[in-house]
């Protein structure tokens, strides 16, 4: 059973607008929350990530905010580029294993 | 500082036939994983090595898969025989040491075709 749900599967935003994902989880055991951006034709790399005792993580353009109590987390793109377009999975560790959202497909629209 | 490399990037094969697909970490890495990425999905864990020892591989459907890393380097993931539903990309990662797995670094993968 996929153990991160996902949302949405994908969105288009204009450039300069704001892009936000959606991650919800059961399993509280998750002790670490990574989001992953992956281009076509390549693996999908870190882009950024948060302990569960952290309710907010800001790196560039790139924020992670954290609800325990709901168990949700969500990824917000500032500021969107062409460049972010992309496709954006987020993540939850446990016993050293990752499990994948099924994916975002952000389009940045010039 | 050279990244995951994978081989081949593309494979074609007809059901039953059987397939291998080649991995080198980045180097130092003790820990290294293959998934598989579904179309439309994230990647599902298959296996998981510590060093040349497996650490994971309850998803890993052993009637037909198989892997191994025997130098603690280099991997290799096989297929035999292969199913229609196996087409799928099969990506390679590493990490430091295990206790760093929530940083993997990922290879661009293989895309295999079923037909």
């Known amino acids: 059973q996929q153990q991160v749900k996902q949302s949405p599967q994908s969105l288009i935003v204009q450039k300069g607008g704001i892009s936000i994902i959606n991650c919800a989880y059961e399993n509280t055991a998750f002790d670490y929350f990574p989001w992953y951006q992956q281009f076509p034709g390549k693996g999908p790399a870190l882009l950024i990530a948060i302990r569960p005792d952290v309710s907010e993580k800001k790196e560039g353009r790139f924020t992670i905010s954290f609800n325990k109590s709901a168990k949700q987390f969500s990824l917000h793109i500032m500021d969107s580029q062409p460049g972010d377009s992309a496709t954006y999975f987020c993540a939850a560790l446990n016993d050293y294993k990752l499990s994948f959202g099924a994916g975002t497909t952000v389009t940045v629209r010039a | ?115």
Do not use: M
Not at chain 2, 19 to 24: E, G, H, L, M, S
């Open chain 2, 1 to 115: 500082e050279a990244g995951v490399a994978q081989s081949p990037r593309y494979k074609i094969i007809e059901k039953r036939q059987s397939v291998a697909f080649w991995c080198n970490p980045i180097s130092g890495h003790a820990t290294l994983y293959w998934y598989q990425q579904i179309l439309g999905q994230g990647p599902k864990l298959l296996i998981q090595f510590q060093n040349n020892g497996v650490v994971d591989d309850s998803q890993l459907p052993k009637d037909r898969f198989s892997a191994e890393r025997l130098k603690g380097v280099d991997s290799t993931l096989k297929i035999q025989p292969a199913k229609l539903e196996d087409s799928a990309v099969y990506l390679c990662a590493s990490s430091l040491e295990i206790a760093g797995s929530y940083e993997q670094y990922f290879g661009p993968g293989t895309r295999l075709t079923v037909t």
